[in-house]
């Protein structure tokens, strides 16, 4: 591993993990965020970052090599159950460059009031507040 997230993020079970705060500090210095979620997830908030990269963890291996290795990338999902998991597969399968997990996903991200884009005709339900299935359209 590099040492772009070495005194910037804590390093705990073998990944970088950052905080929403701290993740979109270094968006503005360079870093991409990779949205891991499924597609449906990801049609009614994303993440409002310049270079947003979208690829669904499922095929993170068919797309491994598309990854920008000259930028650090920071992998997020709505929560930040999956991500650590897409983080590991990431560099597992040799990326060349470097990886971080956001802490919280979107979820936190949102509560920390940092920018989202909202498309409310894709509105997703569920009881817990990441709301993870498609609403019903009537």
Excluded at 37 to 43: G, I, P, V
Excluded at 74 to 82: E, K, R, V, Y
Excluded at 95 to 108: H, I, P, Q, R, T
Excluded at 121 to 128: K, P, Y
């Amino acid at each position: 591993m590099g040492n772009f997230f070495k005194d910037k993020a804590i390093f705990s079970n073998g990944i970088y993990n950052l905080s929403p705060l701290q993740a979109i500090k270094l968006c503005e210095e360079g870093a991409l965020i990779v949205d891991v979620r499924e597609e449906y997830l990801n049609r009614f908030k994303i993440f409002d970052v310049p270079g947003l990269i979208f690829c669904p963890k499922k095929k993170l291996m068919e797309f491994i090599h598309e990854l920008p290795a000259d930028k650090p990338l920071i992998i997020a999902d709505a929560s930040g159950i999956h991500s650590p998991e897409a983080v590991k597969i990431i560099m597992e399968a040799g990326f060349k460059g470097e990886c971080a997990n956001l802490s919280g996903g979107l979820v936190d991200w949102e509560h920390s009031g940092l920018p989202v884009v909202i498309n409310y005709n894709e509105r997703l339900s569920g009881a817990c507040v990441c709301q993870l299935k498609p609403r019903e359209k009537k």
